[in-house]
């Protein structure tokens, strides 16, 4: 005998509405977390290339006895892989490039982010 269509197990509506509410109530806490991490990890990533490209031009100037034209002159002579994707930015064309007092050394004496707004500390990351 067939069972009527009334007395079918499943869920109900408030189980459905219980169970959704636990889910939002935990993604309330992790999200935030979650994005916090992020920055982060971005902060600390940029923080590790700009300690990178500063080796590479210090490197390139002991060896040349100058610093390098462009950014690229490092990628073409070796003395990095590529350049860095700035993380906040998600570019490596925005670089700012700092030049030496003497032109005659080169064009290239430090390298800062082009990236605008603070980081978590307060910091400007156009300052790092």
Avoid: C, Q
Avoid at 9 to 20: D, H, N
Avoid at 109 to 115: D, E, L, Q, R
Wanted: no cysteine; aromatic share 10%.
């Amino acid at each position: 005998m067939k069972k009527p269509f009334f007395s079918v197990k499943g869920f109900t509506l408030i189980e459905l509405l219980v169970v959704m509410t636990i889910i939002a109530i935990l993604m309330a806490i992790v999200s935030p977390r979650y994005f916090h991490s992020i920055s982060k990890a971005e902060e600390a990533v940029l923080m590790e290339d700009l300690a990178l490209m500063r080796e590479a031009l210090d490197k390139f100037n002991a060896d040349k006895d100058k610093y390098p034209d462009t950014l690229e002159d490092l990628v073409s002579k070796k003395y990095l892989r590529v350049i860095p994707v700035d993380p906040i930015t998600k570019s490596n064309t925005t670089w700012r490039i700092i030049p030496p007092e003497n032109t005659d050394k080169g064009a290239v004496y430090n390298i800062k982010s082009g990236a605008t707004g603070a980081a978590r500390d307060g910091t400007a990351y156009a300052d790092w």
